[in-house]
């Protein structure tokens, strides 16, 4: 027992081990930048490109003009436009007037939006990118043999979630061949002004994008179904959304900021005998946490379909 409490990542608490898991997180260097000069691309105007606009512009680590996007369907980029942005329908021209390009269509759109790109008038000044990719499942060697056309492609490959758009983001990254230190700090800056973010080895992003990609809609059913059983029990729908909403975020505070287990958290709540234990058989009864479990697992596994793994 004396052993086991010497050991810094092991809580005791009553009967119950806490253990504080490992990560498989890669070294983060130390040099950071506070702005980003270059131009950044987006191949597709979807809700996670404008996430990571919206959450780079608010931490003015760089300024709309810098921003070139791109669709098929000249309608959606009036938004666009109106928040500052260069458009355009043309894929190859938003390739080469920006340095660094986020590819942020649809899996399965990818193969379509840089079809005819090497037949362009654009595509002699591809040269020199770094490319983010943010796509679910797509392997870094997928992308690499579908960017050799272009001299100098580098790329990244990204699992971002939507929260970045208001600064609470939560990425990983995976760098592949040739990518340089600076391409690292620009990757670094643009997902550390939107939230944390981690390197990680690649076979891992598929169950990062299960997790924490997709893992905002887990949450937010949750939200939903705690404010619905607020309703149930008399609360407004407007105040049971809001404290549903409150209670997640301080959950999730207390979850990063104390360095608790979640399980002396959740005794903490728990009082013996009390209204949250009687909760917790409901769900325990339920079977949450391997529902939740199986929601990961199915995400991952889907990843690699989609991936053409
Ligand atoms: N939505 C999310 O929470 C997350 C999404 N992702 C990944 O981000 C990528 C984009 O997802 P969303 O933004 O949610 O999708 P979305 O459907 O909102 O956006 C995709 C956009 O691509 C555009 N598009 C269609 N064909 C195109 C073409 N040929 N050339 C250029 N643009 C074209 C569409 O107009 C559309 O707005 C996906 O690969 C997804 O796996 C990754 C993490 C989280
Ligand atoms: O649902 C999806 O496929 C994307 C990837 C992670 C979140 N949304």
């Known amino acids: 027992m004396l052993k086991l ?14 253990v504080t898991p490992k990560n498989n997180c890669e070294d983060e260097p ?7 000069e270059e131009k950044i691309g987006f191949i597709g105007d979807g809700n996670m490109a404008k996430a990571i606009f919206k959450g780079i512009v608010n931490k003015c680590l760089i300024q709309p003009n810098q921003v070139n996007v791109s ?18 329908t043309d894929n190859a021209e938003i390739m080469e007037i920006s ?27 591809i040269k020199n990118k770094l490319f983010l990719s943010i796509l679910a499942g797509y392997k870094i060697s997928k992308l690499e043999k579908m960017l050799s056309c272009f001299e100098g492609a580098r790329v990244v490959r990204l699992m971002p979630n ?27 800056a643009i997902l550390e002004a939107t939230g944390i973010c981690h390197r990680v080895p690649e076979n891992i992003i598929n169950a990062v ?24 029990m008399g609360m407004h729908r407007a105040m049971a959304s809001k404290f549903a ?43 949450v946490r391997g529902s939740i479990m199986n929601a990961v697992e199915a995400s991952a596994k889907r990843a690699d379909q989609l991936g053409g793994q």
């Not at 369907?73 to 260069?86: Q, R, S, T």
């Not at 939507?162 to 670094?188: K, N, Q, S, Y």
């Open 5 to 18: 409490m010497k050991r810094p990542h092991l809580i005791l608490s009553c009967r119950t081990f806490y």
């Open 30 to 36: 130390i040099e950071r930048l506070s702005c980003v």
């Open 71 to 88: 669709s098929p369907y000249i309608k959606n980029l009036d938004v666009w436009k109106e928040m500052g942005a260069c458009v355009s």
């Open 99 to 125: 340095d660094v390009v986020f590819l942020a269509v649809k899996p399965h759109i990818l193969p379509e939006a840089i079809k005819n790109i090497e037949k362009s008038p654009h595509a002699a000044n």
């Open 162 to 188: 939507t929260p970045m758009m208001v600064g609470a983001g939560c990425t990983a990254f995976c760098p592949g061949h040739g990518v340089t230190e600076h391409d690292l700090m620009i990757v670094r």
């Open 209 to 232: 994008g299960a997790l924490s990609g997709g893992g905002p809609a887990f949450v937010y059913l949750m939200i939903e179904a705690l404010s619905d059983g607020g309703v149930r």
């Open 245 to 287: 909403a409150q209670t997640v975020m301080g959950a999730a505070k207390m979850v990063l900021e104390t360095n608790k287990h979640t399980g002396q958290l959740k005794d903490e709540v728990c009082s013996a005998g009390g209204t949250t234990i009687a909760g917790m058989h409901e769900l325990e009864r339920g079977r």
